[in-house]
């Protein structure tokens, strides 16, 4: 299995925050506070502390631009998704990934239609587009 690089250990609420700025690419605090006030119950100051956790912790960089900070994400999203995913199978599956499937579609409902890219996915070894990393 491919090593993957390390990626800061981003909380729930901070995934939040990266998914606005991976749309958009760069954002100002402003922007991002006007967006997430709309979508969360969040306090500007909330939004302004959960930036600063993820430029602390290597997720975000920035530049000043005059009197305002241009922020744009440091870590790539489908990395930070696969390092996530990995983590949490770790923790909780100890590192195995067939008891971690079986849970998952035995647990849910699935169409046909959904348990067959499934399977296409696993035999062609790669990513849900089918393509190999």
Known sequence: MT???????????????????????????????????DETDWKPKT????????VQKGALDFEKQGREYLYRP???EKTCEQAAS?????????GKLAPF???????????????????????EGGTPDGNAD
Not at 22 to 35: D, F, L
């Open 74 to 76: 440091a870590v790539d």
């Open 47 to 54: 939004i302004q502390t959960l930036i600063r956790r993820l």
């Open 86 to 94: 990995r983590q949490f199978i770790d923790r909780v599956f100890n």
């Open 3 to 37: 090593k993957l690089p390390e990626i800061p250990k981003i909380s729930d609420s901070e995934w939040v925050v990266m998914r606005v700025f991976w749309a958009r690419g760069e954002a100002t605090s402003g922007e991002i506070i006007a967006e997430l006030e």
């Open 101 to 123: 499937l079986a849970n998952f579609v035995e647990q849910s409902n699935y169409s046909d239609e959904e348990i067959a890219h499934l399977k296409r996915i696993l035999e």
